[in-house]
């Protein structure tokens, strides 16, 4: 809760006032909260430095070093004051965090050891207030990922573990995958790349020409005609290295067919294809033509770099990002080729021998002159071609020129923004289930107190120290001011899950119109029942019944002495209460449409002494802590609708 | 509270210029920092001592620095003791039960009597000032109405996952047996004697009323 939400906590349970007139059961006692020693000065020593504060500010938050009892593990007694051994300056931060509710994180200090002085102290890094969260997370994350590169540096020597036992398919890929693992590895890895290197070298030489010796006058010739074995012994070579890695690589993927629809092995194939082509396709004038265009694909073995090289791979991934921003480019720009080409050719049309014989012939003037090329192959020759070819340049260079800086920010900008998408997304959750962790905290904390035995008056000795859970004092009446809402309304506070279980069985019809005695039913022994359901099954025990004590007869008894006439119920020895849970049913409420379970717990004939005291609640109270004390040890849980009748 | 307003207020007749007076009413409104009267005043009108005064204020001024609580503020604070359902109603009518004034805002010092009446008062102040709380419209009587829309507000802040399931009808129930017992004459309005009698009748309610003796 919020630092200043405890000091008015005393407002809210005074407001509880308004609420009992409408009561129609008798409200829970109040805690006896120690008599506070009303709020002192307490001093803080860090290293030397001393910090003076009230007690209630650090008593705001509970949960952590100074709100709770741990501080008490650093008083010095001698001097009468805190000593820790810290940072003072960063202790500066904790300190205004408990009087501000905000905790600001330092910019100058390094944020390691604020996370650490942080961690001492108990205070969660999510504390930190809004206003310096970003920031915060920002530096973190920077640090993380710094760590992160060093040790990844670290390991590149080692390489990652493989698991003992991996199969064949699993080194081949991790070899595949990190040449610089293994020395075989590495040796694979250098010799398809010097074969790539060859392959494309012998696909740019065997177009060159040569100078053909053997006849006169020398006839020039590409090398590729001159010497077609040799490239021919080459080209197979190559091409046979490809296709034993293609298969090996196919043959150790994890995923074969994502593998095969990955891009890598996509140019791998398209590198590789074409000779198998050429070879089953005979020396044939007519499918030649086609063969030789196939023979442009083998360049596409240059792409098979990109496993080589790291750039690479970022500038393909540069433009797939920025594809949009390409596309409209491209898009930008065709709209202009169109408008003047088409100006172009009107313009120029009454000319004779021009070079703008059509719409689409002026679209190669139009690139040229808009990219600022201007090789002059095409020229307009009349005035109106000229005026409009002058402003086809002008334009183009706007054009071409715009876009280009706005895709290199885009591009920076998209890589940003998706960095911080991610952190966005995930500070978002963060925060969400900050929030919502915060209120089923106090929603649960009062479930799970209900569940452990109830609320009950602290005053029953110390039997209950050992096992009650420790509670603040603010705990405890906060507690209690809720348990007060709920019997001011006759109904609980509950979770989802038992929610909709009670409301399957409202829809079943079968619960609420269980009768109820109105009339007065004896409260003692009779009424006190004790089934030895389960846990689990104490859903179908419920039943309603109104205890003598109700409202309608106009007059309560005295707490103390039904603690009496709940002294003579059914023997119960003391084990037999470890086992199970006793349901009796008490409601004091008058209407019967509430199906309530409560469950009293008969008290063991071996307290009467206890009996006695005034000051308890009632025996329901003290029996409940025997019954829990004879249950150290085990988890106390008990069902949730579990609640000490008070009468 | 007397020497601030006081001040404030001579300061304005003072200078009372009919094309400036909203300005300054404006400027006023936004720095308005509201100070209590001295500890002693405030000791002899409430039922606390000095100490437990100053405990108060320091946790008001926290969190209210400029020293008046308005309704907004109050429901916020409110619902954060109520995290299962909604407190919003319910803090609206104990807010204009706290304001006694009508002002829109609660100073330390409304604040301060009312917890003193319901924390250290008699039990008729107690009485009082509840029948207060229900008569939303500060009429001397409480009808059925009125009755009904307090009780939904504090079946409001049970939430949603009650044990058992609350019902549509629930608030109008607790409202018919509440006027059951409340209205003598049965004619439709409790008014303040009836309900002060009734509730003296009621040891349930006489007994609770004892609860919150120790909250301080």
Request: with cysteine; charged share 20%; glycine share 6%.
């Given at each position: ?8 906590l005393p407002?809210a349970r005074a407001?509880a006032v308004?609420w009992l007139p409408l009561a129609q059961q008798p409200l829970p006692p109040a805690p006896g909260v120690k008599a506070s020693r009303g ?20 008593d705001?938050?509970p ?5 709770s009892s741990?501080?008490e ?369 106090t929603t649960n904390a009062f479930l799970q107190y209900k569940q452990n035995g109830g609320l009950e008056d602290s005053g029953s000795g110390e039997e209950q120290v050992l096992c009650v859970r420790n509670r603040s004092a603010f705990e405890q009446q906060h507690h209690h001011l809720l348990h007060c809402l709920e019997k001011t309304t006759c109904h609980e506070f509950t979770d989802?899950?038992t929610?909709?279980e009670a ?8 619960r609420?119109?269980r009768s109820t005695s109105v009339s007065s039913q004896q409260m003692g022994p009779g009424s006190l029942l004790s089934s030895c359901c389960p846990r689990r099954a104490k859903r179908r025990a419920i039943r309603l019944a109104n205890s003598t004590a109700s409202v309608s007869r106009g007059s309560m008894q005295e707490l103390d002495t039904l603690a009496g006439l709940q002294r003579s119920p059914a023997p119960q020895s003391r084990s037999s209460l470890n086992a199970k849970p006793h349901d009796s049913l008490d409601l004091n409420c008058d209407s019967r449409d509430f199906v309530a379970a409560i469950i009293s717990i008969p008290t063991p004939p071996a307290n009467t002494p206890e009996e006695s005291q005034p000051s308890s609640p009632g025996g329901g109270g003290r029996v409940s802590s025997t019954l829990r004390n004879s249950r150290l040890g085990t988890p106390c849980v008990l069902p949730e609708t579990v609640k000490i009748s008070s009468l | ?117 319901l924390l250290r008062?008699t039990v008729?102040?107690k009485l ?30 049970m939430?949603?996952?009650t044990y058992p ?12 047996v509440?006027?059951?017992k ?16 009734s509730c003296q009748e009621d040891d349930n309610i006489m007994r609770s009323l004892q609860l919150f003796q120790n909250v301080m």
């Amino acid at each position: 809760m919020a630092a200043g939400v405890a000091t008015w906590l005393p407002f809210a349970r005074a407001a509880a006032v308004g609420w009992l007139p409408l009561a129609q059961q008798p409200l829970p006692p109040a805690p006896g909260v120690k008599a506070s020693r009303g709020d002192e000065i307490l001093v803080v020593n860090v290293s030397g430095r001393r910090f003076e504060t009230w007690k209630n500010t650090l008593d705001r938050y509970p949960d952590t070093l100074l709100g709770s009892s741990e501080k008490e593990f650093f008083y010095d007694a001698d001097s009468g004051e805190y000593f820790f051994d810290r940072d003072p300056d960063m202790f500066r931060h904790v300190l205004n965090f408990y009087r501000t509710g905000r905790l600001h994180c330092p910019r100058q200090e390094c944020i390691q050891a604020f996370d650490e002085e942080l961690a001492f102290y108990g205070l969660v890094p999510e504390l930190v207030g809004d206003c310096c969260l970003e920031e915060y997370r920002d530096r973190k994350k920077e640090n993380a990922e710094r760590l992160a590169e060093d040790e990844e540096a670290e390991q590149a020597g080692d390489g990652p573990a493989l698991p003992a036992g991996s199969s064949l398919r699993q080194r081949l890929w991790r070899a595949f995958e990190n040449p610089h693992t293994s020395t075989a590895a590495l040796v694979f890895y250098y010799v398809t790349g010097f074969f790539i290197a060859v392959s494309v070298i012998a696909n740019v030489v065997e177009t060159i020409p040569c100078r053909g010796s053997a006849r006169r006058p020398p006839k020039e010739q590409p090398c590729g005609d001159r010497f077609p074995q040799a490239f021919f012994c080459m080209d197979t070579a190559c091409v046979l290295i490809f296709t034993g890695e293609y298969l090996l690589r196919l043959f150790a993927a994890p995923s074969r067919c994502r593998f095969l629809r990955s891009v890598m092995s996509l140019i791998d194939v398209v590198a590789i294809l074409p000779y198998y082509i050429g070879l089953f396709v005979t020396k044939n004038d007519d499918v030649s033509g086609a063969f030789v265009t196939l023979r442009v694909f083998r360049v596409f073995r240059i792409f098979k770099f990109s496993r080589h090289s790291q750039g690479l791979r970022i500038l393909g991934y540069t433009l797939k990002s920025c594809a949009s921003e390409l596309g409209f480019l491209l898009f930008s720009l065709t709209m202009a080729i169109i408008i003047f080409a088409t100006v172009m050719f009107y313009a120029e049309k009454g000319t004779n021998k021009t070079n703008f014989t059509s719409i689409p012939a002026a679209f190669w003037y139009t690139i040229v002159t808009m990219t600022t090329l201007g090789y002059g192959d095409m020229v307009p020759s009349t005035i109106a071609g000229k005026i409009f070819g002058s402003i086809c340049s002008l334009s183009g260079v706007l054009v071409i020129a715009l876009p280009v800086p706005v895709i290199v920010s885009n591009f920076s900008r998209i890589y940003h923004q998706n960095q911080r998408a991610d952190k966005r997304r995930a500070q978002q959750k963060v925060r969400l289930a900050r929030i919502r962790l915060a209120k089923s905290g106090t929603t649960n904390a009062f479930l799970q107190y209900k569940q452990n035995g109830g609320l009950e008056d602290s005053g029953s000795g110390e039997e209950q120290v050992l096992c009650v859970r420790n509670r603040s004092a603010f705990e405890q009446q906060h507690h209690h001011l809720l348990h007060c809402l709920e019997k001011t309304t006759c109904h609980e506070f509950t979770d989802e899950l038992t929610f909709s279980e009670a409301l399957g069985a409202v829809s079943l019809g079968g619960r609420t119109s269980r009768s109820t005695s109105v009339s007065s039913q004896q409260m003692g022994p009779g009424s006190l029942l004790s089934s030895c359901c389960p846990r689990r099954a104490k859903r179908r025990a419920i039943r309603l019944a109104n205890s003598t004590a109700s409202v309608s007869r106009g007059s309560m008894q005295e707490l103390d002495t039904l603690a009496g006439l709940q002294r003579s119920p059914a023997p119960q020895s003391r084990s037999s209460l470890n086992a199970k849970p006793h349901d009796s049913l008490d409601l004091n409420c008058d209407s019967r449409d509430f199906v309530a379970a409560i469950i009293s717990i008969p008290t063991p004939p071996a307290n009467t002494p206890e009996e006695s005291q005034p000051s308890s609640p009632g025996g329901g109270g003290r029996v409940s802590s025997t019954l829990r004390n004879s249950r150290l040890g085990t988890p106390c849980v008990l069902p949730e609708t579990v609640k000490i009748s008070s009468l | 509270m007397g020497a601030v307003m006081g001040t404030f207020s001579s300061l304005q007749t003072k200078q009372r210029r009919p094309s400036k007076d909203k300005i300054e009413d404006e400027l006023e409104m936004t720095i308005v920092c509201h100070r209590p009267e001295g500890l002693e005043q405030l000791e002899a009108q409430t039922n606390f001592t000095k100490r437990e005064l100053q405990v108060l204020y320091r946790g008001f001024k926290n969190e209210c620095p400029s020293g008046v609580v308005n309704e907004e503020t109050f429901k916020q604070i409110y619902a954060q003791f109520f995290p299962h359902g909604d407190a919003s109603t319910y803090a609206h009518y104990l807010f204009n039960a706290f304001d006694t004034t009508q002002t829109g805002s609660v100073k330390f010092e409304d604040f301060v009597t009312a917890l003193s009446i319901l924390l250290r008062g008699t039990v008729h102040e107690k009485l009082r000032w509840t029948f207060n709380l229900y008569d939303i419209n500060k009429d001397g009587y409480i009808n059925k109405e009125e009755m009904i829309d307090i009780v939904k507000a504090i079946y409001d802040m049970m939430g949603k996952y009650t044990y058992p399931v609350l019902k549509e009808d629930t608030p109008r129930q607790h409202v018919d047996v509440f006027f059951q017992k409340m209205d003598k004459n049965k004619d439709g309005i409790v008014t303040l004697d009836e309900f002060l009698e009734s509730c003296q009748e009621d040891d349930n309610i006489m007994r609770s009323l004892q609860l919150f003796q120790n909250v301080m």
